[in-house]
């Protein structure tokens, strides 16, 4: 026989008082009727709230199983258990991509997602590619305050793309004017057939504009050679199978606001986005950050086919340009976000860490050693 749960009454001084009494009512439940029994009796139960980084805990979510051999991590990190959205380590998934025929995929899975009303934490994917039509996927907008974990994101997705495929399935471009992405600059993955780095800080307008016109370059031969008709009877998936090594294209451009005093590199960019927005059907993707959201740093022809929307500590009216007037303010916590869903329903997203560690300056040393482990 399972006690009742008794809640005591405290008087409610405020916010803080009102929230350990909910905190301290569900604690009371929880140890009165735990998870696993409820589940045998059939009892719908509520899931485990989105992990929190915490000063003492500050990695609670991570992309991998974390390898327990990473021998520079210390024994307190080791013997530490993480949340992690794949149940695999690195290193399985980059045996399977060597070992099994991969498809094309632009699922990302960055984080956990949480839907109140199904009662379900969920493995929180975005989708570049989509299927169909808007919200369904397609361009992606991280919007967030400073600090609020963009860069961070960036990371996780491409720790995450240049793990999943070998670099004759996936080419990456980037557009990184604070150098936040630096680790990932040496994978071949990187590298184009004209033997350019795919890689800008766009300091200046000449080296911007040669990025820019590789890009649109292949874009257009990739156009002539599969023409759009040709896609709707054929997908990158089916000439992957017939052997055809197109690679899909990803461009990240970190920092949009970044360029809005430059006139013309931010029209230049414009048109670059805007390019490579046209070409998804062709396998080319875009993902673009901000830390603002108005028109004078995004422009509106861009931001309206972003078609998911992330926004990461904005203030309201940020959040109300990205989602309308009735979304709500989530917590201010590092990679705790809004993102609106293909029902035009606003849920509250925990984004994933790339790797583990319990400082910013750990946590860049051991992704700098895990992307050193060979790729091939
Ligand atoms: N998902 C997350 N889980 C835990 N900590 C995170 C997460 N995302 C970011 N952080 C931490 O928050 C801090 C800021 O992250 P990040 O540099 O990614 O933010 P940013 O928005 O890119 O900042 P900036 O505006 O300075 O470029 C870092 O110390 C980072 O480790």
């Not at 059939?42 to 929190?52: E, F």
């Not at 960055?110 to 996927?137: C, R, S, Y």
């Not at 590199?265 to 670059?272: D, E, I, R």
């Not at 300056?361 to 060979?374: F, M, N, S, T, V």
Request: charge should be neutral.
């Amino acid at each position: 026989m399972i006690p009742t749960p008794t809640i005591y009454k405290t008087p409610q001084t405020g916010v803080g008082r009102s929230r350990a009494l909910f905190e301290a009512a569900i604690e009371r439940i929880r140890v009165a009727y735990p998870q696993d029994l409820a589940r045998k009796e059939g009892i719908y139960y509520w899931p485990d709230p989105l992990p929190t980084p915490t000063h003492q805990r500050p990695d609670p979510l991570v992309l991998f199983v974390q390898a327990e051999s990473a021998s520079s991590r210390t024994e307190v990190e080791q013997s530490q258990t993480y949340q992690a959205i794949i149940p695999m380590t690195r290193r399985e998934v980059l045996e399977r991509r060597n070992r099994e025929r991969i498809k094309p995929s632009m699922q990302i899975p960055l984080g956990l997602i949480d839907k109140p009303e199904e009662q379900l934490v969920d493995t929180f994917l975005v989708d570049l590619h989509g299927t169909a039509g808007a919200l369904t996927g397609g361009p992606l907008l991280i919007a967030g305050a400073q600090h609020s974990g963009k860069a961070t994101a960036l990371q996780t997705m491409l720790l995450w793309l240049t793990t999943r495929f070998l670099p004759e399935r996936l080419r990456c471009a980037v557009i990184d004017p604070f150098g936040e992405l630096d680790h990932f600059r040496e994978l071949p993955h990187f590298n184009h057939p004209n033997g350019e780095t795919l890689w800008t800080d766009g300091s200046s307008d000449e080296q911007l504009t040669r990025f820019i016109n590789t890009i649109t370059t292949d874009i257009q031969q990739r156009r002539e050679k599969f023409p759009n008709q040709y896609w709707s009877t054929q997908t990158l998936s089916q000439l992957w199978s017939q052997g055809a090594t197109i690679p899909q294209f990803l461009l990240i451009i970190s920092n949009y606001q970044a360029f809005a005093e430059r006139i013309s590199a931010f029209t230049a960019l414009k048109k670059l986005a805007q390019a490579v927005i046209e070409a998804r059907m062709q396998g080319n993707y875009l993902v673009i950050t901000s830390a603002e959201t108005g028109t004078r740093c995004i422009p509106p022809e861009v931001m309206s086919k972003c078609s998911t929307k992330i926004g990461l500590a904005l203030n309201e009216q940020q959040r109300s340009e990205l989602f309308g007037r009735t979304s709500f303010a989530p917590e201010t916590i590092p990679g705790r976000g809004l993102i609106m869903t293909p029902e035009r329903k606003v849920h509250q997203i925990q984004l994933a860490l790339p790797v583990a560690g319990k400082s910013g300056g750990l946590r860049d040393e051991y992704l700098k050693q895990e992307l050193a482990q060979a790729v091939h």
